[in-house]
């Protein structure tokens, strides 16, 4: 019984930590909307966009980052004891990608600019979308 207990509050963060949204997006034939879901402490997301004319698109976007393990060496005296540290660490871009294709065979290529890179694409941002066929969306969010 306490395995289940135990179990049961795991499953509700894990996925309580998924995020879910709307974002509305301008072309030169009408409004676009695209709905997006990212994981909490993840770099990428999956996205889905419906042009004005019904044409979806689906795909992922992901944030560029990089990571740095072992590159910096902390000396310190602590109590007359000297102090040997590695240190690293995670560096989010606002930077952001996504490649998307529609079931018409079309492809979407976006470029965002997040405000808030370590909160994701729920930070906000700005961003723009072409499609193979020329179209250009514009994105606030």
């Known amino acids: 019984m306490k395995k289940i207990i135990f179990i049961v509050p795991i499953l509700i963060l894990t996925s309580a930590c998924t995020s879910t ?14 709905e997006y879901k990212q994981k909490a402490f993840n770099n990428d997301g ?6 004005s ?3 979806q698109f ?4 992901v944030q560029s980052s990089s990571s740095e393990f072992g590159n910096s060496l902390i000396l310190g005296d602590s109590s007359l004891n000297d102090v040997w540290a590695l240190s690293g660490s995670d560096r989010v871009s606002s930077q952001t990608q996504a490649q998307l294709v529609s079931s018409q065979g079309n ?10 890179p370590d ?9 723009k979308c072409i499609t193979s066929n020329k179209q250009i969306i514009t994105v606030t969010f």
């Open 119 to 127: 909160s994701g694409i729920n930070g906000g941002g700005i961003g």
């Open 46 to 51: 999956e996205l889905n966009v419906t042009m």
């Open 58 to 61: 689906f795909g992922k976007f």
């Open 53 to 55: 004319d019904g044409e």
């Open 21 to 34: 949204g709307k974002i509305q997006g301008v072309s030169e034939h009408g409004l676009v909307e695209m």
């Open 107 to 116: 492809t979407m290529e976006c470029q965002f600019q997040f405000s808030k």
